[in-house]
Each structure stands twice: as C-alpha cells, then as structure tokens.
C-alpha cells in the first residue's frame, strides 16, 4: 500500500482549498472537500437502493418486466444508518417521471418522495439520481421513456433481462445515444431533459433530506459532448434548486478502463461534485485479472479519481462500487476499495442494497421459496467499518485496516470534535488515543457516532 495522502502531494489535494463557493444544504463544497455545516470534511458513506415502483422496469402493455425489485421500508432504512450508512444514492428514472412527453406523472414522484422520507426519517441523506443504463427500458433497461428514443427503436424489448450486455452494444441504443448527446440537440431532447431536471429539482429544493441531484447515470459519450452536457444540465438544477448540490459523471467507459482524461479546466458550476464509478477488473472479460489480484493494482483507478477531482476543483464522490459475494477475490477488493476510499477522502456508495436478479450482488441474500431476505454478514462486514464520517481540521492522513476494525487519522489545527462511527461489533473492544494518550469514548448507540476531540494523531481500535 502507498504511504498516507500528505498535503505535500500538491497534484492531488490543493491544501488550503480554493475559496468557498455558496454554502448549500446540508453538505457545501470548499472546492475540494464536501463539508457540513461546522466547517468539517464530510466523508459520506452510502448504497445505493434500486426502489420498487421507483427503479421503472415494467411495462402496462402486456410485456414481461425485466426484472423483480424490492420494496424499500422503515426497517430497510434504520438498518442502513446503524451501520453506519449516511446516504442513499436513489435511482429515478426519466419514464418515470415523464411517460408521456409534457405530462409528469405525480403518482411516480410520490413514490420517489416516500423512498426519499424514508432514508430522511432515519438519518440518510439522498442523492436524487437520474439513472440509466443501455439507455431505455424499451432497448435496455432503464432510462429514457418510449417517446425520447430517436430514431424509433426497431424492436421494443422485454424480460427477463439476461442480455444486458448485448442490449448495450445494440445499434438501436448506440444510435439512440448519439442523438441524445448530437452537437446542437438536434432531436430536442436535451431542451425535454432539462425541463424535466427541473421538474424535479424544484419537488425536492426544499427538502432537508435531500443532498443533491445527479444528472446522469454511466454516460455513454465523452470529452466536448459530455462537458456541454453536464455544465447545461447542472445550471439547469442549481436553478431550480440552489440550495443543493449537483454531481456528474465520467463517462461510462471508465468503468472498464479505469482512466479518463483530466480536465484541463475548473467545472464552472458552483456546488458540483465529481461522481465517477470504481469497478477495477469487476467487468473485464479476462477472469485471469480478478484471479490473480493483488491489493496494489487498485490503487491507481482510485488515486485517479482524485486527481481528476483535483483537476475539476471538485468534491470526490464514488458513487457506485461493488463486487459480487460469489466472485474470485471479494474480499480482498472490497476490504481494499474501503482502505482506499479512506485514504483518498472519498464518499462513496456501494452497489447495492438489495438485488434479486442479475448477479444477486447485495447486502442480503433472497430465498424465492419463502420471499425473505437474510443479512450476509460478509456483506456487511465490507460496509460497516470503523471510519470517519466528519473530520476537523487538516487531514494528514487517513488510514483503515483491512478489516475494518481500526483507524489513524492524523490532523493539524482540530479545534472541534472529529465524528468517528463504529459498528455495534466493535463497540465493546475499541479504545481511542491522541498522540498516544487514552481518550474517552462515548458512542451513540442509535447512530453508533463518537465525538473524539484531537489535533495530531487519532487512533482508534482494539
């Protein structure tokens, strides 16, 4: 593993930070950093839930839906925030909102607004995430409505969805792609898109559960075309909701190459965050990379999003992560991925709550035979890990172990308290120290947080 994340890497972190943008709510950003409202870095740690009724993927004529997705209840959201998770990346999608083009369909974005009160009723914030992949339930599996396809798919599709893959390569979602990101909007769907961004900005604007809006989901299109995207569509949602903020993407084929271009410019829209995905050797076609993987290949996808956040003078958000139970490695990636999101002061999202199809990845697992879902407890052991959630002063380093027991935050000039979580599991064998001095602890059994004042080194496990 590399040495800490020092503020002498000047290519990486800006220590002194760029001057303040307006301050949003409940989360602003420095240029650097997301901070609360105390002034302190805030690392987000999250999931991201695909919704019934909410993640669109049935059809009312007569179609097979894609595939089954779960209900999100109180319970489901409780149990998020006691371990530990602070916010939920929510899927919408744009059928949803707008089957018919002009017409919002109210019923949809009540549903949205229940997922929403339930993360907020437990202590979540949501990142309200205008989702998509292979462009459109009708050719892939969610997105755009039937109207916004242009040209008019050839071949309207159905379930089950076990053709991903090859849905994405199609020339009906290629072509539908092209015309969505075409130079002048030619198909005027960007103008439609925009007007439904702020549709629902503006439901949620004044929402405390809600931290933001993310504009789109994978993009598949890059470089001029998706920065003309993405600063017109997150001016279209700091409009209609200025108290919140705006993420974007990379563009879908980082996933797979885990590299895209730095910008050679700032994003001139205040209030952005970087959210690019981290899914290094998860999806490449060669079983040999994943087989034979050693903790320091990962490394450089996640050093990269920050230097790419560097160069967008921007907040770091990994917005998906993840990796099947049931895949080689598992257990080394994301015990990995967490050190380095850590050591990076990078918020994150895994992937994902809860899944009863495709690769059934997930915190739970599902029995069809009696339709109930049960905890897998290595599944939780990768997300609910000892961790910072708020960090006072200058951060000098940040460090995990692998296992998730244990931390070393070392800062300058803390004047308030940092906010350490700790998972139940650990509650009755962890310690704190400050530069090697016993420190007590009080931790909050709802929200399994502790206050832990101290400007050097704080150290925290068994």
């Known amino acids: 593993m590399r040495a800490p994340l020092v503020c002498s890497l000047g290519v990486l972190v ?42 669109d993927v049935t059809f009312a004529d007569g179609r097979v839906a894609l595939e089954p997705i779960p209900a999100l209840t109180t319970a489901d959201c409780a149990r998020m ?73 050839t071949m309207l599709l159905q379930g089950p969805l076990t053709d991903l893959g090859d849905r994405r390569l199609s020339a009906q979602v290629q072509s539908a792609f092209e015309t969505f990101f075409a130079d002048g909007d030619p198909g005027g769907l960007r103008m439609r898109f925009n007007a439904m961004l702020t549709a629902v900005a503006t439901r949620w604007a004044d929402d405390p559960a809600v931290i933001g809006f993310e504009l789109f989901n994978e993009p598949d299109t890059s470089g001029v075309k998706l920065t003309a995207f993405h600063v017109e569509a997150a001016a279209t949602v700091r409009a209609a909701a200025p108290d919140k903020l705006v993420f974007f993407e990379s563009p879908s084929v980082r996933n797979i190459a885990d590299f895209v271009p730095e910008s050679k410019e700032p994003f001139p829209v205040d209030g952005a965050v970087y959210s690019p995905h981290v899914y290094t050797y998860v999806f490449q076609s060669n079983p040999d990379l994943i087989n034979n993987l050693v903790a320091e290949q990962l490394e450089p996808s996640v050093m990269g999003t920050r230097s790419e956040a560097t160069a967008w003078r921007t907040p770091l958000f990994i917005g998906e992560f993840g990796i099947g139970p049931g895949d080689a490695k598992h257990d080394l990636w994301m015990q990995t991925e967490q050190q380095l999101h850590d050591r990076y002061l990078a918020s994150n999202a895994f992937w994902v709550w809860k899944e009863q199809s495709q690769g059934s990845w997930g915190v739970y697992d599902y029995d069809a035979t009696g339709d109930t879902w049960t905890e897998r407890p290595q599944v939780v052991a990768w997300i609910s890990r000892v961790h910072a959630a708020r960090i006072a002063g200058t ?65 925290v496990g068994p």
């Open 81 to 153: 925030r006691a371990m530990g998770l602070d916010l939920l990346r929510l899927p919408i999608n744009w059928s949803g909102v707008e089957p018919t083009e002009g017409s919002y369909d109210q019923a949809y974005l009540d549903r949205v607004d229940a997922a929403i009160q339930c993360a907020g009723s437990a202590g979540i914030g949501v990142v309200v995430d205008l989702h998509q992949d292979a462009y459109s339930k009708e050719i892939g599996e969610d997105g755009a409505p039937l109207w916004a396809i242009k040209p008019a798919p």
């Open 395 to 459: 951060p000098i380093a940040n460090e995990s172990s692998p296992a998730g027991d244990s931390l070393r935050l070392e800062v300058k000039g803390a004047s308030a308290p940092h906010s350490i979580y700790i998972p139940e599991r650990f509650a009755a064998t962890t310690t704190a120290r400050c530069d090697g001095a016993a420190l007590p602890i009080t931790r909050d059994a709802a929200t399994g947080l502790a206050e832990l004042t101290c400007s050097g080194v704080l150290e």
């Open 14 to 55: 800006a220590c002194g930070g760029a001057d303040p943008a307006p301050h949003t709510h409940p989360f602003w950003s420095d240029g650097e950093h997301l901070r609360d409202d105390a002034g302190r870095i805030a690392i987000l740690r999250g999931v991201n839930a695909r919704v019934q009724g909410v993640f």
